[in-house]
Structures are given as structure tokens and as C-alpha cells.
């Protein structure tokens, strides 16, 4: 297989490391996935910590073996990708770890030195930097999340020795990760600007971080942040320093100077991975369109949690959904970014915690099949049983509010948790087949209050391009495509989206040259790549009618009463409790 060119797409989730070997032509030729750590507190449920030092191991290990799988010679391969998880990274100045861990070795040398994208530890810091108005959070929908990096560097600052933060520098995991295969200090427009409160046009807002007490990071010039210098800031899939370092080249078997494209977040890869894919529908392939069509097209990159990201020629500014965002992805263009912190794995939270989960578990290994099938499968007995048209007249009487792990869009509240309504004294499988089916029906009502958001503030959606391990749920597809009333778009690479999206800014930054000498030849580049690269598509159409369509617009009245509802408990709590 020698004397093709290749392309290496890397993508770190939150518990694995993968890598994969992309053809020219986007067929996806080898696959590796090795598990990587994730270190929770027994005593602290918000506390998500991992390691750079696993993570890269897991990377080398996962990147020759597709190396060897497919045969292919080091020196085909032409450029590396990478995405990953939006969780801070902290290193000394040498890029040894730096212990992130509560307690006597917060800030000292050591393995666990990732604050995962999902800790909740910063609460108090969040909700300090949004008690006051500023142009960085008018660019974030108003509201900082606690998910992003710099409520987490105040609470490194608040809580480690000062003279260790001073000597630490933080990343944003995808940076790091160039940061290390190149050793260049070079910054992604995605990480920076996405999570990292970089404001589009203006840059670091010294106020804003005197303001919240980060103002050290601003004397040293946001040294810190690494963002500064002749190696500053560069936008998705362009070439970072000199390529991969000798050390980087050795560790990962291939060869020195191979070029690295600047990264981005994982989403953001998915969107690339998926936002060009044409589809095929009556036995024929839509045609091309053009890069402009892209922002009408949402992305719905769904694992862990799912992320939601559409691009739009101007800056749009939407309440509770992160951004405007100014170029993480094409020069001169705006994303925003909807999410739901808990969607994989809000669905295996209700199943494996239910009493039924021994006899579901059962009952798919007698089968072999899938868990998930089993429980379509009940959920179809009790219907016909019940002589119900649909599974949303089966679950009328029952209602989920999905946010176990709090809200990050659009009403953009940590605080925000679950519910349920509609209990009974069963602890079947029948039961747990309905409490699956509600789960699913929460999710994707959700979804219908992102897209709600997003169109209400001035974009224009007309389809959801889906990628991420909740696409092989027809289940949901169909439930997404009904409770939001537009199309769901499944590449047909839908598992391997977000490793072909990165492996796609890989072979951009191969062909990169000397640069282009405007944002549409740039453009033009890279959306030519993703047409060329991204997998086909099937489609699935809204199919709710009548009595369906009916039910459904009334349990997405009861979804927006419960947030009020729990809102307005919550005031009278805490207001019994000042």
C-alpha cells in the first residue's frame, strides 16, 4: 500500500484515544481506539481528572497500530490532525505535568494534570465572573459555563500556591496536543476563542481579567496562555512550527517534520467530519453544494454529551449558546455552539441504574443483540399491547427533564437537575423500556430548544448532520427528526466523523504551501477537501402526524413549564434557607 498519501486523524474523547488512517480519498483505512484514564473523588461527584502523560501513550500505541495494520511506510503519511475534549491541560514551562488534584500536591510535578471538560469543581468562580457585565461574556451567550478553562484557572489560582501558578501554563487539550508532537507554543483559534474567553477582533481583554483576579496572566503578556509571540494564533488545520519534532516523530513512529494542522475541539471536528456530506436518498446522490450552504446545516456531534455547532457569515448572537465565535474553523466566518452536558450518558445512567438492567442484559445476550434493540423491542410490545399509535401516546402520562448534569444551552444553568413525573410502583423491564423511551424523547426535545434558539436569534437550520456513537440509535434519529420537524443527516462514517474531521485539517495543512492570499481561496481549500473527503449520507425525514405530531408539541410545552417550575422551586428554597 505504499506510495499513496495518507492522512492521520487523532482524536482524544473523554475516556479514549483514537487514531485514524485516512486514504486521500477519505476512505478510512485503519482504526485504532486504546482507553485512556479517567480519575473521579469519591467524595466530590464534580471532580473529573486525566492525565497528558496516558494520553499521549494511549496516542503513540494507537498510532502505530494503524501504521502497521494497513502497511503502510511512515513516510506516506503527509499530515497529522488533531481534536480533542475542551479540558484544561496544565504543564510547567518545560511541559512536564503539574498535579491539578485538591490537596498538599496541587500544583506540584505529577501525572494527573487534566481538569476534564465536564468538572464541575468551578462553580463559585463561574458564577463570580458572570456577576458582572462584560464584552467577554457577551460572546459566550451571556453566560460562562463552568465547563470552560478560565473558571478553572481562578480556581487553580484561589487554591494552588501562588508560586506554582505562576510557573504553569494552561492549554486547552487540543493545543497541548500539538504543543506536543511539535513543540511549537502555537494556539488554536478554536481552543482560544471557544473556551478560553478570546475575544473575536479585540483579543485578551485586560480589564475583564484584572477584573476577576487573573490579572497576573495579563502583566505576563497572557505568557500563560501561551497565545502571544511570533507563534501566536492560528486557525483550523494550519501548519503548527516545524511539524512533528524528532522526539514527537520517534514516539509515534513516523517521520520528523511531517506537518501538524493547527487543532480544534472535538465538535468542531465532527462538523468538519460531516457538514459536507452530500446523501443519498431514491437511489441518488444530491449534488455538491456550496461552502455557503454550510450555514444552514447544524452539526450534532453526540457522545458523552452532545454538542450542536452551525457557522453563518456574520456574528450571531444568541442567548445561552456559546459564541459568536470568529474563525475557529474558516477565516471571516462565525460559529455558535449549543450543548447538552449529559445525552450518552444520561441513556446508560437510567438503564444500567435500574433493577431491570440484570434481565435487559440478559435478554440481549440470549438474543444477541444489542441492549438497545431489546428495549425498542419491548417498547413496540407494550404499544401494540396497548393499542397505542406511537411511543409518545404510550408515554403520555410520563415526563423527563434531562439535566442530571446540569444545563449548558440555551438557558445556560449548572445548577439545573433532572426530574421525572409519572412514577409507579414497577420496577420491570417494561418500566425500564418506558423510562429508556422517555430519556430519548428528553433529549431530543432539547434538541427542539437549541434549534428554537438558534433559528429564534437569526440563523436559519433547515437540516441536523449527526455523527458520534448516539447516531446508530434509530430510535432517537427518528425522535430528533420528528420533535425538531427538520431532517437528520447520517454520513455514512457517522462513528468516525470527528477522526476523519481531523485527518481532513491533517492533508490541509500538507497542502497548506505558502499559505493563501485570501479568506475565500482558504475557504475554497479546505471546503474542497471535506466535499472530496466526507463519507455519503442517508437522511431521515420528520414522520410525525395527527395524533403524534400533537403529542409531541404538548410534551415540548410540559419540557418548557418544568424548567420555569423547577426555577421558581428553587427561589423558594433558597430563599427559606437565607
Not at 450552504?293 to 452539526?299: C, K, P, Q, V, Y
Request: with cysteine; glycine share 10%.
Amino acid at each position: 500500500m505504499t506510495g499513496d498519501r495518507y492522512y492521520i486523524g487523532i482524536d482524544v474523547g473523554t475516556g479514549s484515544a483514537r487514531a485514524g488512517l485516512v486514504k486521500h480519498d477519505g476512505t478510512l483505512v485503519a482504526s485504532s481506539t486504546q482507553d485512556t484514564q479517567t480519575w473521579r473523588d469519591p467524595q466530590d461527584h464534580r471532580i473529573f481528572e486525566q492525565s497528558t502523560t496516558d494520553i499521549w501513550k494511549g496516542i503513540c500505541t494507537a498510532v502505530r497500530a494503524v501504521i502497521n495494520e494497513a502497511g503502510v511506510a511512515a513516510a506516506d503519511v503527509k499530515g497529522i490532525g488533531f481534536d480533542a475534549t475542551c479540558s484544561l491541560a496544565v504543564t510547567d514551562f518545560e511541559g512536564h505535568p503539574v498535579v491539578v488534584t485538591k490537596g498538599a500536591a496541587l500544583g506540584e510535578p505529577g501525572e494527573r494534570n487534566i481538569i476534564l471538560w465536564a468538572d464541575h469543581r468551578a462553580e463559585k468562580e463561574a458564577n463570580f465572573i458572570n456577576s458582572e457585565p462584560s464584552v467577554v461574556l457577551d460572546y459566550v451567550g451571556g453566560t460562562m459555563s463552568l465547563e470552560m478553562e478560565i473558571p478553572k484557572i481562578l480556581w487553580l489560582k484561589r487554591n494552588m500556591p501562588a508560586a506554582h501558578f505562576s510557573r504553569s501554563q494552561f492549554f486547552d487539550l487540543p493545543d497541548f496536543l500539538t504543543y506536543r508532537a511539535t513543540g511549537a507554543r502555537t494556539r488554536s483559534l478554536c481552543s482560544v476563542t471557544c473556551k478560553c474567553s478570546y475575544v473575536p477582533d479585540r483579543g485578551w481583554e485586560d480589564s475583564f481579567f484584572k477584573r476577576i483576579g487573573l490579572e497576573s496572566l495579563s502583566e505576563g503578556n497572557y505568557t500563560q496562555l501561551g497565545a502571544v509571540g511570533e507563534e501566536g494564533i492560528a486557525t483550523a488545520g494550519v501548519p503548527v512550527g516545524g511539524g512533528l519534532s524528532a522526539q514527537a516523530a520517534e514516539e509515534l513512529g513516523l517521520v520528523a517534520g511531517t506537518p501538524v494542522g493547527s487543532a480544534v475541539i472535538d465538535a468542531y471536528a465532527g462538523w468538519v467530519g460531516t457538514i459536507a456530506a452530500r446523501h443519498e436518498e431514491g437511489g441518488k446522490l444530491s449534488d455538491p453544494v456550496a461552502f455557503e450552504e454550510s450555514g444552514h446545516r447544524l452539526a450534532a456531534v453526540a457522545g458523552t454529551s452532545t454538542c450542536y455547532i452551525v457557522q453563518s457569515r456574520d456574528g450571531v448572537f444568541v442567548k445561552g449558546v456559546w459564541g459568536p465565535y470568529k474563525a475557529p474553523v474558516f477565516p471571516g466566518w462565525w460559529m455558535n455552539e449549543g450543548g447538552q452536558s449529559s445525552t450518552g450518558q444520561l441513556i446508560d445512567f437510567v438503564i444500567t441504574t435500574h433493577p431491570a438492567y440484570v434481565e435487559l442484559k440478559e435478554r440481549a445476550q440470549n438474543q444477541g443483540v444489542n441492549i438497545h434493540i431489546v428495549l425498542r423491542e419491548v417498547m413496540e410490545e407494550i404499544r401494540k399491547a396497548e393499542g397505542a399509535e406511537s411511543w409518545a401516546e404510550v408515554l403520555k402520562e410520563m415526563h423527563l427533564y434531562p439535566d442530571l448534569h446540569g444545563n449548558r444551552s440555551p438557558i445556560a444553568d449548572p445548577r439545573m437537575r433532572g426530574s421525572i413525573m409519572g412514577l409507579t410502583l414497577d420496577s420491570s423491564l417494561q418500566d425500564l423500556a418506558r423510562k429508556y423511551a422517555v430519556t430519548l424523547e428528553a433529549i431530543a426535545l432539547q434538541t427542539r430548544h437549541i434549534l428554537d434558539a438558534l433559528n429564534g436569534a437569526g440563523h436559519t437550520v433547515s437540516a441536523i448532520y449527526m455523527s458520534g456513537s448516539q447516531a446508530q440509535n434509530a430510535a432517537l434519529m427518528q425522535l430528533l427528526a420528528d420533535a425538531c420537524g427538520v431532517p437528520i443527516v447520517l454520513p455514512r462514517a457517522y462513528a468516525a466523523a470527528v477522526v476523519l474531521g481531523a485527518a481532513f485539517l491533517g492533508r490541509f495543512a500538507a497542502e497548506y504551501g505558502g499559505g493563501f492570499s485570501a479568506q475565500a481561496e482558504h475557504a475554497r481549500r479546505l471546503w474542497g477537501i471535506m466535499e472530496e473527503m466526507t463519507p455519503h449520507a442517508t437522511i431521515v425525514h420528520p414522520a410525525a402526524a395527527g395524533r403524534e405530531r400533537r403529542l409531541l408539541d404538548a410534551k415540548y410545552k410540559i419540557f418548557m413549564e418544568s424548567i420555569e417550575i423547577q426555577r421558581r422551586w428553587r427561589g423558594q428554597m433558597d430563599a427559606a434557607t437565607k
